[in-house]
């Protein structure tokens, strides 16, 4: 058996591990490069190692840097099986739709404005080839073994978001595990991760390998405090949001707040179509996390949805303090980034992001506090405040993850390889290994194979 790594190495985007075997070509996570314009491109280079061609694809789980390069492998000819928990099977499916009808947006805006050096821009893929592709999904339950060719394959959960899971396969005597993205043992919403198996080679993430994050009722402290400080002003609240987990920890949180007293009440607005359809999607599957049915039903009847362009345009004109939780949680794209044209000039208005930020990306670059920002060909002046809370991270942070090594049953020589980080975070979680355990740490490279 061998693993070629196409991705989510020397970066937190991108993933693709292919699994060779005599019989088996098997793609685990199937992701889109994100964040710098360098790795971006990768995502429109030639199809890397024939991928289109596998037997099958499994998934972690359903963020794009996982999963948003399947509707690509589709356009470009894949029509076998993508097993994946159920709960995933239904994020991707509205997901890969929005995703690709923001592509079509955006390369329509910069062809109508001239604002591509290409005459007439393309999307990677539309919202008709997103739907389309979802026809390929096979649903699989956490902890059931299925076959592809000569390779078992189990999903067991990972924390983090909804359905995500870590994907242990074995074959040829081998056994091999995926760690996916690695959620905390005390997450406000999701379980801790189930530890691992004995495996002969782990694929670990370490997007948080260098730092520890903030306890989560510290989160709720900084959040009230900076809502507070922000409608003191008069001013709005911005909160990027991933739509999948970041959108619904959100809404609970500020929901929470306010029936606590410990903010003002005032409007909250999840304006986002995808976030509000994931939230009916969290809501389903209530037994899957910590929030119970009534949780759920207190978002819903607090927060006001606005689902079409016109109730978004229509918040521009709300006065007085309110809360505006938009996509993409980034900063990337989405309709936070109109809602940055109203406010980011405003000394009032506040900027909060809550997740990670990779390099490269509008979020990352506030956050270092650039004094302005290039949107839609134009630089804006970045006015508002911009504040970042510490600690409702979906990822493990290294010493998390350290403990739920140490609690899975590996063998102290277990081969480890990192991915999924940015290089100084892997370099720095690879020497904490090395220091407190025994592990045979090192870190992959991009194309990169290993043999078992």
């Known amino acids: 058996m061998k693993i070629i790594f196409l991705g989510g190495t020397e970066t937190v985007t991108g993933s693709k591990f292919l699994v060779e075997t005599e019989r088996t070509r098997l793609l685990v996570d199937c992701g889109l490069f994100q964040g710098y314009k360098w790795l971006r491109k990768r995502n429109w280079q030639p199809i890397p190692m024939g991928i289109n061609k596998v037997d099958a694809v499994v998934l972690t789980h359903a963020h794009l840097d996982h999963s948003g390069f399947i509707p690509v492998l589709f356009k470009e000819g894949y029509r076998g099986p993508v097993y994946a928990h159920q709960a995933t099977t239904e994020l991707c499916h509205i997901m890969f739709a929005d995703s690709g009808r923001i592509q079509e947006e955006d390369a329509k805006y910069l062809g109508r404005h001239g604002l591509s050096k290409h005459e007439n821009p393309q999307p990677l893929y539309d919202e ?8 390929l999904f096979e649903s699989v339950a956490f902890r059931q073994p299925f076959q592809v060719g000569d ?6 959960p990972a924390g983090h978001i909804l359905g995500a899971a870590s994907v242990i396969i074995e074959a040829e005597g081998k056994k091999v595990a995926f760690s996916g993205d690695i959620g905390r043992p005390e997450d406000i919403m999701m379980y801790p991760p189930e530890p691992l198996p004995e495996v002969d080679l782990l694929l670990l993430e370490s997007t948080y ?15 009230a405090e900076v809502v507070n400080e922000c409608s003191a002003g008069g001013g709005v609240v ?3 949001a ?5 959108a619904q920890l959100m809404q609970h949180l500020l929901v929470k707040l306010m029936d606590e007293g410990r903010i003002p009440r005032q409007p909250i607005f999840l304006d986002s179509p995808m976030a509000i359809n994931v939230s009916e999607i969290y ?47 980034m900063a990337t794209g989405g309709r936070i980034l109109h809602h940055f044209k109203r406010w980011l000039g405003d000394h009032r208005a506040t900027v909060l992001f809550s997740g990670h930020q990779a390099g490269g ?20 002046p970045v006015k508002a405040r911009v504040r970042s809370l510490d600690g409702l991270s979906g990822h493990a ?5 350290t403990s739920w090594l140490q609690a899975s049953k590996l063998r102290p020589k277990t081969p480890i390889q990192l991915i999924h980080g940015e290089p100084d975070a892997m370099e720095s979680f690879r020497d904490h290994l090395h220091q407190q355990t025994q592990f045979d740490v090192d870190i992959a490279d991009y194309q990169g194979v290993y043999h078992l």
């Open 361 to 380: 990306t509008r979020g990352a670059k506030m956050l270092q506090g650039v004094e302005s920002i290039k949107l839609h060909g134009e630089w804006l």
């Open 238 to 240: 911005m909160i990027p």
């Open 151 to 156: 390779i078992q394959v189990m999903l067991q």
């Open 397 to 401: 942070d290294y010493v998390e993850l």
């Open 283 to 329: 809501r389903r599957h209530h037994k899957l996390h910590r929030l119970t049915d009534h949780d759920c039903q207190r978002a819903f009847d607090t927060v006001i949805y606005t689902r079409s362009v016109d109730e978004s345009k229509a918040i521009a004109s709300q006065s007085g303090p309110h809360i505006i939780i938009a996509g993409s949680g």
């Open 128 to 135: 008709n080839t997103g739907k389309a592709s979802m026809r």
């Open 209 to 223: 390998g260098d730092r520890r994050h903030e306890k989560t009722e510290r989160a709720e402290e900084q959040l």
């Open 242 to 246: 991933f739509s999948v987990g970041r």
